[in-house]
């Protein structure tokens, strides 16, 4: 199993930055792919941004050139800077683990709760 440990959401403004982290601890041979995803009220979850073993990036149209995603790979975490923040990012933020154990399975953070507001 894989547990996923988030922080670093909260409040703030329109305009502003916040940065999130989540850490993956736990029994697996190895994590290829570490992300984003969110859900808006009223919304499907969707892809933020995942960050590949390879150092291959992909990012939602929606947050390119405002977010960045980083890994720290000796350390299995993964960050999430989100700067130019709109009230439209408000959503619970999950982050999301590929892992191999006897297989590739999906893992899921609790989620953290990013409001953008004035």
């Known amino acids: 199993q894989v547990q996923l440990v988030e922080s670093g959401g909260g409040l703030v403004q329109p305009g502003g930055s916040l940065r999130l982290s989540c850490a993956a601890s736990g029994r697996f041979l190895s994590i290829e792919i570490m992300g984003w995803y969110r859900q808006a009220p009223g919304k499907q979850r969707e892809l933020v941004a995942t960050?590949?073993?390879?150092?291959?990036?992909a990012y939602a149209d929606s947050v390119k050139g405002r977010f960045t995603i980083s890994r720290d790979y000796a350390k299995n975490t993964v960050n999430l800077q989100m700067n130019s923040l709109k009230s439209e990012d408000t959503a619970v933020y999950y982050c999301n683990v590929v892992a191999v154990l006897s297989g590739r399975q999906d893992f899921w953070g609790q989620g953290t709760q990013v409001t953008v507001s004035s």
């Open positions: 960050l590949t073993n390879g150092g291959r990036s």
